[in-house]
């Protein structure tokens, strides 16, 4: 199945991980790119009132800065 992990959120990408670790079928390359790439994006806070929506603009605003050649 051909996915286009440019035009995913951030969340639709964790799910999508999380699926297909479930069934299997990845390799070792590719787990550790998708596992390196939620642990960065995750490690994001942002301090302030509404922190919140703050740091789930900040995730999706790092996720769409990434390269996605390595996990295709």
Avoid at 16 to 34: I, K, S, T, V
Avoid at 44 to 70: C, D, P, Q
Wanted: with cysteine; glycine share 2%; hydrophobic share 40%.
């Amino acid at each position: 199945m051909k996915v286009n992990l440019e035009e995913m959120s951030y969340q639709d990408f964790k799910k999508w991980c999380n699926d297909r670790a479930c069934d299997g079928r990845w390799d070792m390359l590719e787990a550790m790119a998708c596992l390196h790439i939620i642990r960065e994006i995750d490690s994001i806070k942002v301090k302030g009132l509404f922190k919140r929506k703050a740091t789930m603009r900040a995730k999706e605003e790092a996720w769409k800065k990434y390269n996605f050649k390595s996990i295709k």
